[in-house]
């Protein structure tokens, strides 16, 4: 009973997971475009500390939220791909500001948001309805 309770709380976080790495993706080309192109918000848009807090948010929904998922459903291909893209959203944090810094966050943030989607997926799966009863 519990589980059937937590289980949409669980769903939100990847929801949110989704639309936060989508909100970081657009921040990314908006940078590029405003700053480099206009010449305009580089205080704003190129502050490290968006990018620190944005990744220890992503952090903490993908580790609450796919760290849950793989506990309870023991498929490791969610945790597997989102971890792979906080890893290259940590390692965007090492490179200077600019493209480099778009690219990997860009990537980081897709197999974020790609960890989310098959977290829900399994959610919605026969096999989890079968053997975890979500």
């Not at 309870?72 to 200077?96: I, Q, S």
């Amino acid at each position: 009973m519990l589980q059937r309770a937590i289980s949409p709380i669980r769903r939100r976080l990847d929801r949110a997971g989704i639309l936060l790495s989508g909100a970081c993706a657009v921040h990314c080309l908006l940078s590029i475009v405003l700053v480099s192109g206009l010449g305009i918000g580089g205080e704003f848009f190129l502050a490290p500390d968006i990018h620190r807090i944005g990744l220890v948010v992503a952090t903490l929904i993908a580790g609450v939220a796919i760290g849950w998922g793989a506990m309870r459903h023991r498929v490791a291909a969610p945790f597997v791909v989102a971890m792979t893209g906080l890893t290259f959203m940590g390692g965007a944090l090492a490179v200077p500001h600019g493209i480099k810094e778009a690219i990997l966050t860009i990537i980081g943030v897709a197999l974020v948001s790609l960890g989310h989607i098959l977290n829900l997926r399994h959610v919605h799966s026969a096999a989890c309805k079968e053997r975890c009863g979500d």
